[in-house]
Nanobody, 112 residues
Framework: QLQLVESGGGLVQTGGSLTLSCVAS????????IRWFRQAPGKDRVFVAG????????TYSDSAKGRFTISADTAKNTNYLQMTNLNPEDTGVYYC?????WGQGTQVTVSS
C-alpha cells in the first residue's frame, strides 16, 4: 500500500525559503505523477506544482511560477518542493499526492 509522508514545513518570514519533502513507500514514483497542493485556513485545497509520470514537464500554479521548483530523487523515492521568496499568501498545509493517495500534510506559515 502506498504511503506518503511530507516534511520540511515551518515558520518563516516574508522573503524566506523552505524545501518540502514527500517520501513515498510501497510504490515507486514512476507509476504516477506527483503533485503538491496547498490548503489555506478556511479555503479549498489548491494545486501548487506537479510533474508528469516520467518526472519531467513540471507544471506550476501562477502564484508558484518563478518561485517554486519541484524535483524528484527516484532513488530515494522522494519528491521535493523548493519554495523561495515566500509571502503570507503561501501559508497553509502543503500536501503531496500520488495517484489517489494523499500525505498527511506539513504546515507552512509565512509571517509578514
Amino acid at each position: 500500500q502506498l504511503q506518503l509522508v511530507e516534511s520540511g514545513g515551518g515558520l518563516v518570514q516574508t522573503g524566506g525559503s523552505l524545501t518540502l519533502s514527500c517520501v513515498a513507500s510501497g510504490r515507486t514514483f514512476n507509476s504516477y505523477g506527483i503533485r503538491w497542493f496547498r490548503q489555506a485556513p478556511g479555503k479549498d485545497r489548491v494545486f501548487v506544482a506537479g510533474v508528469s509520470r516520467s518526472g519531467g514537464n513540471p507544471t506550476y500554479s501562477d502564484s508558484a511560477k518563478g518561485r517554486f521548483t519541484i524535483s524528484a530523487d527516484t532513488a530515494k523515492n522522494t519528491n521535493y518542493l523548493q519554495m523561495t521568496n515566500l509571502n503570507p499568501e503561501d501559508t497553509g498545509v502543503y500536501y503531496c499526492k500520488l495517484g489517489d493517495t494523499w500525505g498527511q500534510g506539513t504546515q507552512v506559515t509565512v509571517s509578514s
